[in-house]
């Protein structure tokens, strides 16, 4: 049974830093993609960012480029989001989930396999 579990999340001050996790199980990350989403409350889910399996290529949105950090460390089955210079705005629930499509691309619809979500909460 496929699971992702994400966890790092917490209440941060504006300009500070997360790192989040995303293990997985019941799958190889080796033959997979991971993406990066989060969800504000009233707002539609955002594709964060994704890290292909075939070549570790990353892909960004633009609202965290420079900003966030994607990586992944195969022997833990693992994928972080290092998460720099946090602002209010990215207030949210944070998601991780897999594709088998190469190379991913930050479309939902092509996610399957979520994971519960980690609240990340940017306040003073």
């Known amino acids: 049974q496929v699971q992702l579990v994400e966890s790092g999340g917490g209440l941060v001050q504006p300009g500070g830093s997360l790192r989040l996790s995303c293990e997985a199980s019941?799958?190889?990350?080796?033959?997979?993609?991971i993406g990066w989403f989060r969800q504000a409350p009233g707002k539609e889910r955002e594709g964060l960012s994704c890290?292909?399996?075939?070549?570790?290529?990353?892909l960004y949105a633009d609202s965290v480029k420079g900003r966030f950090t994607i990586s992944r460390d195969i022997a833990k089955n693992t994928v972080y989001l290092r998460m720099n210079s946090l602002k209010p705005e990215d207030t949210a629930v944070y998601y991780c989930?897999?594709?088998?499509?190469?190379?991913?691309?930050?479309?939902?619809?092509?996610?399957?396999?979520w994971g519960q979500g980690t609240q990340v909460t940017v306040s003073s």
């Open positions: 019941g799958i190889t990350l080796d033959y997979y993609a």
């Open positions: 989930a897999i594709t088998a499509i190469m190379p991913p691309l930050l479309d939902i619809d092509e996610y399957n396999h």
């Open positions: 890290i292909s399996s075939s070549d570790d290529s990353t």
